[in-house]
């Protein structure tokens, strides 16, 4: 089995910063993309950004310029250093990767618990 677990989410001010993590867990061999994905109340689930393991990024275009996606294949850990916030950008955010290689086979479709980020003053 595999877990995916996000953390860093929380409470910043119109034009803070926060750091968001997602670490994948389980006997992992390889990954591939992985990425954030968020979804605001009374709103769809959407795709924030992604990258490849090679590192082949993409941004929705609310994000860009924003929003940096990064990942450590090491620790099976993906980022999103996320700049200048907007109140708009108030969502859980998700981590999302779309098939895990592991030692029994792939696993698909594997998503985190979500952590709250809430963007006000």
């Known amino acids: 089995q595999v877990q995916l677990v996000e953390a860093g989410g929380g409470l910043v001010q119109p034009g803070g910063s926060l750091r968001l993590s997602c670490a994948a867990s389980?006997?992992?061999?390889?990954?591939?993309?992985m990425g954030w994905y968020r979804q605001a109340p009374g709103k769809q689930r959407e795709l924030v950004a992604t990258?490849?393991?090679?590192?082949?990024?993409y941004y929705a275009e609310p994000v860009k310029g924003r929003f940096t996606i990064s990942r450590d294949n090491a620790k099976n850990t993906v980022y999103l250093q996320m700049n200048s916030l907007k109140p708009e950008d108030t969502a859980v955010y998700y981590c999302?990767?779309?098939?895990?290689?592991?030692?029994?086979?792939?696993?698909?479709?594997?998503w985190g618990q979500g952590t709250q980020v809430t963007v006000s003053s």
């Open positions: 389980g006997s992992i061999v390889s990954i591939n993309a």
């Open positions: 999302n990767s779309p098939s895990i290689l592991t030692t029994s086979g792939y696993a698909y479709n594997n």
């Open positions: 990258i490849a393991s090679g590192g082949s990024t």
